[in-house]
């Protein structure tokens, strides 16, 4: 029926009235104005269900259709091409292809020399086409998807597309199924409004989030009737936040209902334990959060990559430098004629251009004939070599954690070289470097301090005083948590979700007391030692809940801790709703506590309060929870006994960060009733705000909270991750500089900083906020002649508001110098835009490469300040994972993926972009050298087809395989021998001088591939392309062999690959030359290389040949290897041949050892050339 | 159980490749294998250079430049540029027996016939018997394509048109009279160039298939009256014209013209004196060019070739001596044993 009905409705719509042009362009005005505006004014569609288009008030938003692809079919060649042109490289061989067209420069037939870059731009199109395609159909998969959409007509929900549902639209949702579009929920199946969803989609984070529908708009009593909806929605224009969304309902009556993000259905997300959920459409297709943040891969552009293009660029002086000598060397050559011999070729009209003329002419056809000196194929085997990388280290086993089944995550793409060259690494703590696990520990309640036995095992926990006293004392503290729970109870699942983890997630927490707090003050010292034994909740009336299968979630890992701690005292939070809190007591009795309102987290504040009806008092109570520091000053005014209660608690906070624990305070506060009114009003119409309401919300919790009278304080371990002390050792003797950016206290910090290793014992320890003097002194002490050999042994530890004084743009300077005299640095009491700017400060003053790692949201800025970002996927979402470019589930994980794949990557890489260099200017020059003998003329005396496929299949895949499988040292070596990282630091092993080297030694081999054929040929009947079939197979040979010589480890993949290559050269090159009769004209390279190959001079020449190019290379590095032994440095003995001079102190004896070889090397070389 | 398997879904493989630990040869270029390594190339490089050298050395060669730049020389009075149909006489003793067979070049320096333009001026397609291209030849060709007629030019282009035109009989001087020393003028060009590469059009007699187009204008005589002697040798497969056309590499070479194969010569060239009889038709004054006759006996290697045996016996000592400079570096450091 459905179906039917569809087409005759889009009938009617095409038969839409004829509408002047004006109105149209004013409509589409107005839409763009709609769009554009601050605030959006949307209202339901079914009053106008059935109206054509020109009438619907929603017109103006986009439907619900996505479209990702980034072409369509007709378009597809000159978008992509478009596309393609973007690239310098393309554009300079196209027009390099474009010039040969010109008669009087062309160096080839115009149409071959199109080839090799109409085969990269090909191959990169179908790369792209195929990405696109698959674009396409996930498009259209989600595009029909069925949903549900309520019908005016029908009186019901019908069935229909995700394309169909527009905004004002009411879209109904069942369990499990996934969101269509960003919905303001307005009603759910749930009696108390509540719908469950998850957002693994969205931002990977697999618990469940609780959202609310808002209420009154619609009669939803007893059945829910979308009729009904008479209400305004305003909301803000769409944005990518997902964690944030204003808008607010208003009503006919003017009444203004406000919504945030806990009423919003995210497009993508999939409804949980609730059986439906209905929504209005507030943003459809790609105006939805979710389609928002679908921005693509980071794009970040790598150390060696900026380096490259610098390459490059010498790359392209020298062919302007070699294209000049080859213009005036055809001058001269021409200018020295005496008369005009017979090889000469006039143009057409027998009329012969001037020598300065065919000079400047002579430029260009240099360009074209060398053109492949600059490395065409280089940036196509840079991805692959990356791609390959990546497939490599995400396939790491030692980077998978089996505990969430999550691999590494390679989240950038061509940054993975960089991991091989960091010198700082910045440090989140907790959940970075610890657990994020949070133990209980230690408390101190009005004043006196009680332990806690590991874990909370009920049986054994031996309490210091009185099991009355502490479940009054406890119950005071334990209320305090009520507000914890963002997570909520979770009907005994009707279905399971589908997450490979299981959510236990009965139910939530509690605590409570039966006393009034009040009458507990008074009570006195702890009188003796007592095992508590606690027992389970009773059970009776609740068969649906037994405590012992309770598990609670929470927004933080701290408040779990506590909740678990108090259930291990009998205390157990039974139920969570909106609006209530259910708690058993060790008695058994059960409290309700009703939930007035919570003041919910922030930065600013740094605490969260609760305001609870005590269910026994009646009472308005507020109960917070929050910094040491932050609470402190909140407190009443002090006078006897609070003083000296507030006196105790901070000895036992300090006493607790001595020992790296996690500090909370805890106060109440109760209310009165009027006062609570009159701030309830303020609390609704700041709820209600569009503009500013995170400030107003904040300022209405600022004045609640006031005059706290203090509870007591909680000490919560966080344990070390395991292999935090070994990592960051490793990464320390690797060159590494670790810093420790964290939001807790000093001491703990310091604490923290001692059990991993990060500070020694014998550390100097600068805790400083008076940066001269810290600096003067670390000065002095590294100026003192007794200390120059010892390495500073100085760690510094700064805090926040220190810190923001030391960033200014004056003290910026004076900071970094003292931060570069310091082992560690430790910043504490940061904030995430502070963590970002110390990133931002040594990045950009000690031009180093920068490494930031973090789990939290507040790591976020940091991650992407750095030059790498690494999320640990812990405890704390997603959103540090999402902002990343590597994606780890331990910090432990850090010492491979930096010591191993990123050495290993760097050194693949930059070895293969210099052998790329090398590999081009050796071909290249062989033309070059050719032109001193064919007067300048920019012959080529190799068959063009066969120069191309030379770079495009006889050399590609070996350097590329090189790139992505080499091994210079195997991992355990890497992994024992910190140190070896140091190779990749700085300017690293692709540096100007490697580079350097190995352009002469690609000029000495051209020149020996190029000069000793020369001699052996010379005054013989050779003809050119025999000439040039000897130099191309020397050529393929020493090319091939250079690399064998730089590949460290020779697996099967080697051996095939290579041997591979000679065969296909063979293969081709015999194929070639055997069919091409005419094929090719004017060249004709018919039976030469079978011609050759039979005549044993062909082979002779090239053993000789090959030997003489390679013997420098295989001495150096003979000689480097025996260097190595010399200095018996441990790293050196190790290497297995590898040149590694960057480091070692043996640098000298080697440079005097190498001299000896050098003359030898000048001697040959002399010797070649007066051959 | 099902759950299990889920839970590792996203394990990687834990295979030899995916891991990197394929087994591999790590080649370590270390002294131990280097030395030795050095000493065996470098004997086999000896070897190889003494075999080489010798060969060499019994190869004869005999140089002959006529150019006739020099006053003193008897080709003097032909390098001038007007002269018409010159011919002279250049006299020569060999000292003993020239070893047979022996090949008779002719040899031009400081002709490029590499240079670019010159080497793409020609019509493969009309070199390969194509009528079409008879009458309407590649623009490659210009502007060697039509003459100041418009008539096509069979064969077009540069290279054709400057085909050597110098022609040489070798005479003995036996007693007083000249025995002329017969010249073998088959199979000097390449197989592949006269069977495959080259054909005349199917057209007989050949001439008619040369109709409506005229011979290239540095040519005496058309392509198909090449060889008056042998009706065979005309056309696109005459043997000098397919020597002619395989461009030279290099600026100065020599090009094979006769075998001396036959007769009384078919050992080779005995001692005595001997005439060389050159008609002197190609100018070379143009680019400062010499001109020459070689004479020469060839081995298993080729022509002689003294530079590649040298190289290699150079080469081979290099490693031998490099390899004992190591040996004494080495032993001086005592380096220690290879872990």
């Known amino acids: ?1171 | 159980m099902v759950k299990q398997e889920q839970e590792i879904a996203s394990r990687p493989d834990n295979t030899a490749f995916t891991q990197q630990r394929l087994p591999a040869w790590q080649p370590m270029l270390s002294a131990g294998i280097v030395i030795p390594g050095f000493v065996l190339i470098g004997l086999a490089f000896i070897g190889i250079g003494v075999a080489l050298f010798v060969t060499s050395q019994s190869i004869t060669v005999m140089e002959l430049d006529y150019t006739g730049v020099e006053r003193t020389s008897p080709c003097f009075r032909c390098s001038d540029p007007n002269v018409k149909n010159c011919v002279c006489q250049l006299d020569f003793s060999i000292a003993s027996l020239f070893k047979g067979p022996v090949f008779f070049y002719y040899g031009l320096t400081n002709y490029f016939q590499n240079y670019r333009r010159y080497g793409v001026s020609k019509d493969d397609d009309q070199l390969s018997g194509d009528l079409d291209s008879f009458t309407s030849p590649s623009d490659t060709c210009s502007p060697y394509e039509y003459d100041s007629n418009n008539k096509p030019i069979v064969p077009c282009g540069s290279v054709a048109n400057s085909m050597f035109n110098d022609t040489f009989k070798l005479y003995q001087i036996v007693n007083g009279t000249k025995k002329q020393v017969p010249f073998d003028g088959k199979g000097i060009a390449w197989w592949t160039d006269y069977n495959v590469k080259y054909r005349n059009p199917s057209v007989t007699p050949l001439r008619d298939a040369f109709n409506g187009t005229v011979k290239p204008l540095f040519w005496p005589r058309p392509a198909y009256e090449l060889d008056p002697s042998d009706p065979a040798n005309n056309g696109f497969i005459n043997q000098d014209f397919l020597v002619w056309m395989r461009r030279a590499a290099l600026p100065d070479f020599r090009k094979l013209y006769r075998r001396i194969t036959e007769g009384d010569y078919a050992q080779g060239l005995p001692a005595g004196n001997y005439s060389l009889e050159i008609a002197y038709n190609y100018p070379v004054l143009s680019f400062d060019g010499r001109k020459k006759v070689v004479l020469s006996n060839v081995s298993w290697m080729g022509g002689k070739n003294e530079f590649l045996g040298i190289a290699y016996l150079v080469i081979g000592s290099l490693c031998i001596v490099m390899s004992i400079i190591m040996l004494i570096v080495y032993a001086k450091f005592k380096f220690p044993e290879e872990e």
Not at chain 1, 770 to 788: F, G, H, M
Not at chain 1, 854 to 865: E, K, R
Not at chain 1, 923 to 944: E, K, P, R
């Open chain 1, 1 to 1171: 029926m459905n179906n039917k009905e569809l087409p005759r409705k889009e009938a009617s719509r095409a038969a839409m009235t004829w509408r002047s042009p004006l109105a149209l362009l004013r409509d589409a005005l107005r839409g763009q104005r709609a769009r554009e505006k601050e605030l959006r004014n949307l209202v339901s569609n079914l009053p106008y269900e059935g109206l054509e288009k020109g009438k619907q008030p929603n017109r103006h938003f986009p439907g619900n259709a996505i479209k990702t692809t980034k072409y369509t079919l007709l378009l597809f060649i000159p978008m992509n091409l478009f596309e393609q042109f973007h690239r310098l490289a393309n554009i300079y061989f196209v027009g390099l292809a474009i010039l040969n067209f010109v008669p009087v420069v062309n160096a080839f037939q115009p149409e071959v020399a199109l080839i090799p870059i109409c085969i990269i731009m090909a191959l990169t199109a179908l790369k792209d086409a195929w990405e696109d395609f698959r674009r396409y159909q996930s498009d259209r998969k989600l595009n029909n998807t069925p949903c549900l959409i309520y019908s005016r007509k029908e009186k019901q929900f019908m069935e229909r597309r995700w394309k169909d549902v527009r905004v004002g639209d009411f879209v109904k949702v069942f369990c499990n199924e996934i969101v269509p579009a960003d919905l303001l929920l307005l009603h759910t199946s749930d009696p108390n409004g509540v719908c469950h969803i998850e957002t693994a989609n969205l931002d990977g984070e697999t618990n469940l989030k609780q959202r609310r529908a808002m209420s009154g708009l619609c009669i939803s009593d007893p059945e829910f009737k979308p009729e009904s909806f008479d209400s305004l929605v305003v909301c803000e224009r769409p944005n990518n936040n997902l964690n944030h969304f204003k808008c607010y309902a208003e009503k006919p009556d003017k009444e203004k209902v406000g919504a945030g993000i806990e009423s919003l259905l995210l497009r993508g997300c999939t409804v949980r334990n609730t059986d439906t959920a209905v929504g209005f459409v507030v943003y459809a297709g790609h105006e939805t959060k979710s389609m928002l943040n679908n921005n693509g891969p980071r794009y970040k552009r790598s150390k060696l990559e900026r380096k490259l293009n610098i390459d490059v660029i010498f790359c392209v002086i020298l062919l302007f430098a070699m294209c000049l000598v080859g213009s005036l060397g055809h001058f001269v050559w021409l200018q020295k004629q005496p008369g005009v011999p017979p090889y000469l070729v006039a143009d057409s009209n027998g009329h012969l251009d001037s020598p300065g003329l065919s000079a400047f002419y002579m430029f260009f056809t240099m360009i074209i004939l060398l053109q492949v000196l600059i490395p065409i194929s280089l940036y196509v085997s840079i991805e692959l070599v990356k791609i390959g990388q990546i497939f490599f280290i995400a396939n790491d086993i030692d980077l998978y954690d089996e505990e969430t089944d999550s691999r590494v995550q390679c989240k950038a793409l061509n940054i993975t070289e960089d991991l091989g060259q960091i010198e700082y690494i910045f440090s989140d703590k907790t959940g970075t470097l610890t657990e994020n696990k949070m133990v209980f520990r230690r408390c101190s309640i009005m004043g006196t301090e009680y332990a806690h036995k590991e874990n909370g095992n009920p049986l054994h926990c031996a309490i210091l005083f009185k099991q009355n006293e502490l479940m009054q004392h406890l119950s005071l503290l334990f209320i305090v948590i009520l507000h914890v729970f963002i997570y909520m109870h979770i009907q005994p699942a009707p279905v399971a979700p589908k997450r490979n983890r299981i959510f236990s997630e009965d139910s939530v927490i509690e605590e409570d007391h039966f006393n009034p707090p009040v009458k507990t003050e008074g009570s006195g010292a702890i009188s003796g030692l007592q095992t508590c034994s606690l027992h389970a909740p009773s059970q009776d009336g609740k068969p649906a809940t037994t405590s012992d299968n309770l598990s609670y979630e929470a927004e933080s890992p701290d408040e779990a801790a506590l909740v678990y701690a108090a259930k291990a005292y009998g205390f157990t939070l039974m139920g969570r709703t909106p609006n209530s809190v259910t708690v058993s007591l060790p008695s058994g009795k059960e409290l309700v506590f009703e939930v007035l309102d919570t003041l919910a987290f922030d930065s600013v504040r740094k605490r969260m309060s609760i305001l609870v009806r005590h269910p026994i008092t009646k009472e308005y109570v507020l109960y917070s929870k929050g910094a040491d520091y932050a609470i402190m000053e909140l407190l009443e005014h002090l006078c006897g006994k609070q003083k000296s209660i507030a006196a105790d608690t901070q000895r036992h906070l300090d006493c607790y960060a001595r020992e790296g624990l996690r500090t909370l305070c805890f106060t109440k506060k109760v209310v009165s009733e009027k006062e609570y009114e009159s701030w309830s009003v303020n609390r609704q119409r700041a709820l209600a705000a569009m503009e500013n309401r995170e400030e107003l919300t904040m300022d209405t919790a600022v004045q609640l909270e006031t005059n706290l009278s203090l509870l007591g304080a909680t000490g919560i371990e966080d344990r070390l991750q395991e292999g935090v002390p070994d990592t960051i050792v490793a990464l320390r003797e690797a060159g590494i500089q670790v810093w420790v950016l964290t939001g807790d206290k000093p001491e703990t910090a310091v604490n923290i900083g001692y059990a991993c290793r990060l500070l020694e014992e014998e550390d100097l320890l600068a805790c400083t906020s008076i940066l001269d003097c810290a600096l003067e002194e670390v000065r002095r002490y590294s100026n003192d002649p007794r200390n120059v050999d010892t390495t500073p042994d100085i760690s510094l530890v700064i805090d926040g508001r220190t810190l923001t004084m030391a960033l200014s743009s004056d003290l910026q300077e004076r900071f970094v110098d003292l931060a570069k005299h310091c082992r560690t640095v430790l910043c504490c009491r940061v904030t995430p835009l502070q963590k970002s700017r110390v990133v931002k400060v040594v990045r950009e003053k000690l031009k180093v490469m920068t490494l930031a790692i973090g789990d939290g949201a507040n790591d976020v800025n940091m991650i992407q300040a750095a030059d790498i970002g690494i999320g640990i996927s812990g405890q704390e979402g997603m959103q540090a994972v999402m902002a990343s470019d590597f994606a780890i589930s331990h910090f432990k994980h850090l010492k491979k993926l930096l010591l191993v794949h990123g050495h290993w990557c760097y050194t693949r890489l930059a070895n293969m972009i210099i052998y790329f260099f090398y590999k081009n200017v050796a071909y290249v020059n062989l033309l070059f050298w050719y032109q001193f003998f064919c007067g300048f003329s920019g012959t080529a005396m190799i068959d063009y087809w066969l120069m191309i496929f030379f770079n495009l299949f006889f050399t590609s895949v070996p350097p590329i395989m090189f790139g992505i499988m080499d091994k210079d040292i195997s991992a355990e070596m890497l992994l024992g021998v910190p140190e070896l990282y140091r190779m990749g630091q700085g300017a690293g092993e692709y540096n100007f001088k490697t580079f350097w080297i190995s352009m002469l030694d690609a000029f000495y081999q051209s020149l020996v591939c190029f000069f000793i054929p020369y001699i052996a040929y010379r005054d013989s009947d050779i003809d050119v392309f025999t000439f040039g079939t000897p130099l191309n197979t020397i050529s393929l040979f020493t090319i091939l062999l250079h690399l064998s010589i730089e590949i460290k480890a020779w697996t099967v993949v080697h051996w095939v690959i290579i041997l591979g290559s000679v065969a296909i050269f063979f293969i081709v090159t015999l194929a070639y030359s055997g069919t091409c009769i005419t094929c090719n004209p004017p060249s004709n390279p018919y039976w030469i290389l079978q011609t050759q190959m039979a005549d044993p001079m062909f082979y002779l020449i090239c053993v000789i040949t090959t030997v003489v190019a390679l013997l420098p290379r295989v001495v150096f590095i003979t000689d480097s290897y025996a260097v190595c032994i010399l200095s018996s440095i441990r790293q050196c003995v190790c290497l297995r041949g590898v040149l590694w001079s960057s480091v070692s102190p043996g640098t000298k004896k080697q440079q005097h050892l190498f001299g000896t070889f050098y003359l030898v090397y000048v001697a040959f070389s002399c010797l070649l050339s007066c051959l």
